[in-house]
């Protein structure tokens, strides 16, 4: 297991205020997992109603799709950014 942070969407944030969330995991989808445990509001943010990824979730910069997607390797000291889809016209 991984000590990593969860870095959560922009706007964001848990019951006590806090932008990230501390877990041990050691893929990208168990931190992910967990982070959704300790704070449910964070779920659709990241995840659509089918269970398909609606988020990006970067490691080091690189989205974890290139990387083996949810089954990603973690290692101490990764951070996974939360970053919603952006649109416009």
């Known amino acids: ?23 041990d995991a050691a893929t990208a989808g168990e931190a ?17 109603d089918d269970g398909r990824m609606y988020a990006g979730v970067f490691v080091g910069g690189r989205n974890i799709k290139l990387a083996g997607g949810l089954e990603a390797e973690l290692k101490d000291g990764d ?5 919603p889809p952006i649109s416009g016209g």
């Open 32 to 48: 992910l997992d967990k982070a959704i445990a300790l704070e449910a509001s964070i779920r659709p943010r990241v995840y659509r």
């Open 1 to 23: 297991m991984a000590k990593v942070t969860v870095k959560l969407p922009v706007g964001a944030v848990t019951a006590s205020g806090l932008s990230e969330i501390a877990v």
């Open 79 to 83: 951070v996974l950014r939360i970053v």
